[in-house]
């Protein structure tokens, strides 16, 4: 009997264990699928309230032939902001890295993107140049505007300022105007870009993000930039050469436009891809409704009054130290309305539903000229009197 009983205490024990095993396992799986279904869940409320926390951020994409020269200006510009709202990419020549020797901005330490190519004005080259940026600047989800700036353009109001300008209209800027005077349009376009949807205007752009992708995305405008629309007149006269030569002389990167140009060049389908490509893509999808037909970035296009012949032509005028003035950076300031010929078309600048000042930026600017008015606190871009570098 005793024999008996210890047995069965023994399996009595046995058992209870086997219980409390299976429900001690049976609690660690439901904490277990809890633990993983509140991660879960945290990570995907995580997901979705990111985007909404970090703050939407502009994209500065710079087309340099190497440096940036006017980089300190920037860096001042750059400096105004607290609040992480920007981005820098620079498309240079291939191989052109930005580091301690090549700039004196920290804001453009390493900003130079990989997949740079030679550009080569007056050719389709420029487009691709700026697809280059923009695809490097769209994987960033957080930048929601993309601006193409020279090395030559400087800044004409703080960061604060210019970001609230940009940011408080959900369009792009984007100088358009129907092309009806210049013989630019080549007819082997046809049909695939109609002559009706031919756009001319300034490359330097602001992009939505929508129009960002528009444009990477883009398989059957550019092919027919590519084939059919070059400066056939730089070729002919040997410009391009001349450009190349030079690459190693000049500080600028346009300085192959105070090459005068042929006077019957009208005769030619001169046909410049940067000043066309992105104004035509947006009327070829029919979304003209969702810009703002003007640039945010000023340049000189009157030389009529110059006393210098080199400074004559179809191309902007380059401010050297004797034109860097506060009354010009005012002047530039003071535009509010921009009028275009062709069109007999009245754009008057507003922002945020009230009337404001056209450009936010300006072009084109030597070193010597951009740093004098830096210094001078002309710009107005900081609230600090900037001392010599």
């Known amino acids: 009997m005793k024999r008996r009983s210890h047995s069965g205490k023994f399996q009595f024990h046995h058992r209870w264990r086997r219980k409390l095993f299976a429900m001690l396992m049976l609690v660690f799986c439901f904490a277990s699928f809890f633990l993983m279904e509140s991660q879960y869940r945290r990570i995907k409320m995580l997901t979705l309230i990111s985007p909404a926390s970090q703050k939407p951020k502009i994209a500065f994409l710079f087309i340099a032939r190497n440096r940036i020269p006017l980089d300190v200006v920037w860096d001042v510009f750059f400096r105004g902001d607290t609040e992480n709202r920007f981005s820098i990419y620079?498309?240079?020549?291939?191989?052109?890295?930005?580091?301690?020797?090549?700039?004196?901005?920290?804001?453009?330490?390493?900003?130079?993107?990989?997949?740079?190519i030679q550009v080569e004005w007056g050719e389709a080259s420029m487009i691709l140049a700026e697809r280059n940026l923009l695809e490097n600047a769209l994987m960033d989800p957080s930048n929601k505007r993309f601006i193409f700036l020279s090395d030559s353009c400087i800044p004409l109001y703080n960061f604060s300022y210019t970001y609230d300008y940009i940011m408080s209209t959900s369009t792009s800027f984007v100088d358009s105007f129907a092309d009806t005077k210049d013989s630019r349009y080549n007819p082997k376009m046809h049909p695939v870009i109609p002559v009706e949807n031919w756009r001319k205007g300034s490359q330097w752009v602001v992009l939505t993000r929508k129009h960002a992708e528009i444009v990477i995305r883009d398989e059957s405008v550019f092919p027919m930039f590519q084939s059919h629309c070059k400066a056939s007149f730089l070729l002919s006269f040997g410009c391009a050469s001349r450009y190349q030569q030079g690459l190693d002389k000049k500080s600028l990167p346009e300085f192959w436009r105070d090459h005068p140009f042929p006077a019957?060049?009208?005769?030619?389908?001169?046909?410049?891809?940067?000043?066309?490509?992105?104004?035509?893509?947006?009327?070829?999808?029919?979304?003209?409704?969702?810009?703002?037909?003007?640039s945010l970035t000023h340049s000189s296009w009157d030389l009529s009054s110059s006393g210098d012949p080199k400074r004559r032509g179809w191309h902007p005028a380059t401010y050297k130290l004797a034109d860097a003035t506060p009354i010009l950076i005012q002047s530039i300031k003071g535009i509010d309305n921009i009028y275009y010929e062709t069109e007999y078309r009245r754009e008057w600048c507003t922002s945020k539903g009230k009337p404001s000042q056209c450009f936010l930026f300006a072009r084109k600017f030597t070193r010597p000229a951009a740093l004098w008015l830096l210094n001078t606190s002309a710009l107005g871009i900081s609230d600090k009197e900037i001392s010599r570098r």
């Open 90 to 116: 620079v498309h240079s020549r291939p191989g052109f890295l930005l580091n301690t020797a090549t700039t004196r901005s920290a804001f453009f330490l390493n900003r130079q993107i990989n997949d740079s």
């Open 264 to 294: 019957d060049s009208s005769k030619e389908h001169n046909c410049i891809p940067d000043e066309h490509y992105v104004q035509t893509l947006l009327a070829q999808k029919g979304l003209e409704g969702e810009i703002t037909r003007r």
